[in-house]
């Protein structure tokens, strides 16, 4: 019988795991983050918005606003000035408006409010 035990054994303490992230996951981060950085250039080089979106949309059902940052932020240290990503704001926006997984919890969010207040007042 084995009676030498560590104490996160005995004490049931789980190691800390946020610093291993799977291989397959950093990949899908970084081709994901190179995705919206491409957009985000053809956008900036006055690329047609419906043009874009629908490469977008054929590659993400939906995106976080944390990945958009991230490009943004990357575009930025690779030298493009801060002025031309903020002008183009306007622009990101349109090319994510309703993708984001922010705006599709919101959205259903109010759905579900609206069926209720419909159930409890049908007119």
Known sequence: MNLNWSVDE???????????????FQVKETS???LLKDYL?????????????????QNFSD???????????EL???GTPITEVQ????VHSALFHGLTKEEKIA??????????KKKKDPK
């Not at 080089?45 to 874009?52: A, C, I, P, Q, T």
């Not at 976080?64 to 932020?73: D, G, L, T």
């Open 107 to 116: 959205n259903a969010e109010k759905a579900v409010e609206e069926s209720l």
């Open 63 to 73: 995106v976080e606003a944390s990945e958009i940052m991230k490009a943004e932020q």
């Open 32 to 34: 994901n983050t190179e």
């Open 10 to 24: 005995i004490t049931g303490n789980m190691p800390d795991i946020s610093s291993m992230r799977s291989k397959e």
């Open 87 to 90: 002008k183009l704001c306007d």
């Open 76 to 78: 930025i240290k690779e």
């Open 41 to 57: 250039k053809r956008l900036g080089n006055g690329e047609d918005l419906e043009s874009v979106k629908k490469d977008f949309v």
